[in-house]
């Protein structure tokens, strides 16, 4: 993070509406909008956490970044899906479903008895050059 903070250390930022905000780097113009998590770049909205020109924004701003990255991201989320013991099924009460599927059985695929062919078979458009 304190990279992507570096990187845009010069860049100057234009407050549009109380949370709309125009980041301008050396080539390019960015809008972020800080209450729909959004920035023109798309980076933000892709990845979940702030791209460089929004942290820019959130620091100019002196918000805490954190509130900015998505709860996918944070511990909080982690725990709350691995909260409930997860038992282990028992497959003795399934049929075989490598053999069985929807009642119809699957066809014995066997590999060919004998050597592999050392050419393969030429498609309808191909010349063969011998």
Known sequence: MKLLLKEGMYWRISRFDEDVFEVRTEWNRFVV???DK???CVQWQHNGFPCSHAL???QHDSHEVYEYVDDYWK??????TYQFVMHPFSDLDKPNVDTIINGVRLPITKIP???????RIKSAGEISET
Request: hydrophobic share 20%; net charge positive.
């Open 38 to 40: 959004t920035c023109s």
């Open 75 to 80: 511990t909080n989320l982690y725990r709350q």
């Open 33 to 35: 909008c800080l209450d």
């Open 113 to 119: 008895s004998g050597r592999p062919k050392k050419s």
């Open 56 to 58: 820019q924004v959130l």
